[in-house]
């Protein structure tokens, strides 16, 4: 999918891009593809690759979430921005925090944040273990998403405790969905979430399988989770 075929997908899906945020995408790809000879952000890093497999399916999202207002996002093992950043660029009124275990790519993403001049974006260095336990971030966010961080039992541990009651989580997934959401239904319901929305697509052009899954968070999560470090992948609440 080259820009223009980008720019004209979303437009099909109502997602109108200007030109400063055509921009601004492009820039993003010549910061990643040039950082990433110094670091590792992705394998994939052939321009069309780029803009389908992290920009188009980034913002793809939006395809069943209402991105286009002031919601304050958090979003949990972004790596090099996805899909926080696509969504920021697309909907500039969101205000978006980042929390990555990795310091070299919150490092990436504050240089490539300025670069892209954006506006309400926060950068943080952490485990999502121990975020979670944090007052100022427990239950704080009106929505948290993740793409590519961990299978759904292990990552409602890490994503829930920082949703607002009221709020949503919003995980991204591939075709092996419906068997992490089996799996996923007791961690869901111990942490105070409840499976609002499953929606199945195709990304375009290679036709492979995505799912987005709308959590609901119905109340409080209880105050032992996430548990410390590594504890939810290692045990998961299956
Ligand atoms: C496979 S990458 C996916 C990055 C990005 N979400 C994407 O879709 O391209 C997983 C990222 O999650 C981060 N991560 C994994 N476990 C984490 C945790 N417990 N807390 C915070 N970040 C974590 C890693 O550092 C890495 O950047």
């Not at 974006?121 to 336990?133: L, S």
């Amino acid at each position: 999918m080259n820009p223009e075929q980008f720019k004209a997908s979303l437009a099909e899906k109502g997602i109108l891009l200007t030109d400063w945020q055509m921009e601004q995408f492009e820039t993003y790809f010549r910061t990643l593809v040039e950082w990433n000879e110094k670091m590792n952000l992705t394998a994939i890093t052939d321009k069309e690759e780029v803009f389908l497999k992290h920009f188009y399916d980034s913002v793809s999202a939006a395809f069943h979430f209402n991105f286009d207002r002031q919601l304050n996002l958090c979003d949990v093992g972004a790596g090099a921005g996805f899909p926080s950043i696509p969504l920021k660029i697309a909907f500039p009124k969101l205000q978006i925090t980042i929390v990555d275990s990795l310091n070299k790519r919150i490092t990436f993403l504050e240089h490539l944040a300025k670069e892209l001049k954006l506006e309400n974006v926060t950068f943080i260095h952490d485990r999502a273990e121990t975020f979670g336990q944090n007052k100022q971030h427990r239950e704080q966010y009106e929505v948290v998403m993740a793409r590519a961080v961990a299978r759904l039992s292990v990552l409602s541990e890490l994503c829930l405790p920082l949703a607002k009651v009221g709020g949503q989580f919003v995980a991204m997934k591939g075709g092996q969905a419906e068997e992490e959401l089996q799996k996923g239904k007791k961690a869901l319901h111990v942490l105070g979430g409840k499976l609002r929305g499953v929606h199945s697509f195709k990304l375009p052009v290679e036709d492979s399988d995505r799912t987005v899954l709308v959590i609901d968070k119905e109340k409080k999560t209880p105050k032992q989770y996430p548990r410390k470090p590594g504890t939810p992948n290692k045990s998961p609440i299956e």
